[in-house]
Antibody, heavy 115, light 107 residues
Framework: EVQLLESGGGLVQPGGSLRLPCAASGFAFSSNDMTWVRQAPGKGLEWVSS????????YYADSVKGRFTIFRDDSKNTLYLQMNSLRAEDTAVYYCAKGGWMEVWGQGTTVTVSS | DIQMTQSPSSLSASVGDRVTVTCRASQGIRNDLGWYQQKPGKAPKRLIY???TLESGVPSRFSGSGSGTEFTLTISSLQPEDFATYYCLQHNSFPYTFGQGTKLEIK
């Protein structure tokens, strides 16, 4: 069974940093592109970033470009999202998803940016 | 960027009704579209991919159609567990974009 487990969320002050891991199991992690999606409170879904196999290519939404970095450790079957220079508008539930087509999602981790 | 315009934003219907949700892309995306269902407090679940292919285990009352710029999700006979929010997603080109969502409520 495919499982994705995000962690690392919490309360952070504006300008701060967080790193979100997503532990994957039940599938060939290294053979799959991976994606992060977020959902602000009471709002819709927003694609954040995707990474291809081997980390060869990365893609970002304009809203996070230059502040967030997606990377992966295939030896640990783990996807990461490094978030720097956080803003109040980054407050959201962050989901990782299998594939560029987002076929399976984790349960999400909540990030709150507030002073 | 490709904009996805989803309609309606909300829909009130009864058990047994047939409902249709539409997504319109601002430019052609072939069939690079998925439909997702999200229930409160839960992660989205993919129902349909490649515009019309039903995900394994998804009831056959769900169907998708369309190609290019116009896409529809149809639920042929609403069941109580179908009341949720539905999103379309285009993955034809980056940045990937979701529709605004359709909240399906019980009448």
């Amino acid at each position: 069974e495919v499982q994705l487990l995000e962690s690392g969320g919490g309360l952070v002050q504006p300008g701060g940093s967080l790193r979100l891991p997503c532990a994957a199991s039940g599938f060939a992690f290294s053979s799959n592109d991976m994606t992060w999606v977020r959902q602000a409170p009471g709002k819709g879904l927003e694609w954040v970033s995707s990474i291809t196999t081997g980390g060869g290519s990365t893609y970002y939404a304009d809203s996070v470009k230059g502040r967030f970095t997606i990377f992966r450790d295939d030896s640990k079957n783990t996807l990461y999202l490094q978030m720097n220079s956080l803003r109040a508008e980054d407050t959201a539930v962050y989901y990782c998803a299998k594939g560029g087509w987002m076929e399976v999602w984790g349960q999400g981790t909540t990030v709150t940016v507030s002073s | 960027d490709i904009q996805m315009t989803q309609s309606p934003s909300s829909l009130s219907a009864s058990v047994g009704d047939r409902v249709t949700v539409t997504c319109r892309a601002s430019q052609g995306i072939r069939n690079d579209l998925g439909w997702y269902q999200q229930k409160p407090g839960k992660a989205p679940k993919r129902l349909i991919y490649e515009a019309s292919t039903l995900e394994s285990g998804v009831p056959s009352r769900f169907s998708g159609s369309g190609s290019g710029t116009e896409f529809t999700l149809t639920i042929s006979s609403l069941q109580p567990e179908d009341f949720a929010t539905y999103y379309c997603l285009q993955h034809n080109s980056f940045p990937y974009t979701f529709g605004q969502g359709t909240k399906l409520e019980i009448k």
